[in-house]
């Protein structure tokens, strides 16, 4: 039943901070002031340097946590799906639709979130067992989008990524997305450094979320 709790967990944390980071440690501090504000979902990319010591730190952190969810981000082929599930990630996120990948994920009972832009990418991933749509880039449409995917697919579990903000937030959630990826205005302040802002910007998203599902 693994593999439904974490999709529950999901759902529950809403607002899922995909992390990236120069270093190691950035990434690490981030995703500590990320949780520390109130956002519960970790997507840390493999963009990152040493992504799998990262995702290992962090899912022996929180270990006793249950609502935190520790996954990873831009995992490319199952190669790099394994890696990150061996190190403890909960999910695994792809910025496109990989099959292999997908197989893998449904061996081990791991979510896997791929991104896609096109009814057919859609369709395909849908077949292969996926059950949360990653909608990249979620600028390139805007909520509206959802309700014309859903139209065929009523079954659809979609989560945006890309061009969600605290303005717009509402407004996916309204037009029916199960949870929403959030990256580049909350990660901004940690390439400075300044990781007590991403805790309160990470607090904004929190109190926005909770002010939505009311």
């Known amino acids: 039943m ?120 859609m369709q395909t991933a849908l077949k292969s067992g996926v059950d949360i749509i990653k909608l990249f880039p979620g600028s390139a449409y805007g909520p509206s989008i959802v309700s014309a995917f859903k139209a065929p697919f009523p079954q659809l579990n979609i989560m945006p990524t890309g061009g969600v903000s605290l303005d717009n937030m509402a407004d996916w959630f309204k037009a029916g997305v199960v949870a929403v990826g959030v990256g580049g205005n909350l990660l901004a302040p940690a390439a400075v450094g300044d990781f007590d802002k991403v805790t309160q910007v990470a607090k904004q998203y929190a109190a926005k979320l909770k002010e939505i599902k009311g």
């Open 2 to 121: 693994k593999k439904v709790e974490t999709l529950i967990g999901l759902k529950n944390a809403g607002v899922i901070a995909v992390v990236r980071g120069a270093t190691k440690d950035e990434a690490i501090q981030a995703s500590h002031a990320i949780i520390k504000g109130g956002i519960f979902g970790i997507e840390l990319t493999f963009t990152v340097p040493q992504a799998d010591e990262v995702i290992r730190e962090l899912a022996t952190a929180y270990k006793d946590q249950p609502e935190v969810l520790i996954g990873a981000g831009t995992v490319l082929d199952a190669t790099t799906a394994r890696l990150a599930i061996m190190a403890g990630a909960q999910y695994i996120v792809s910025p496109s639709f990989d099959l292999q990948t997908a197989e893998l994920c449904n061996l081990y009972q791991i979510p896997y979130l791929p991104g896609c832009m096109t009814i057919t990418e």
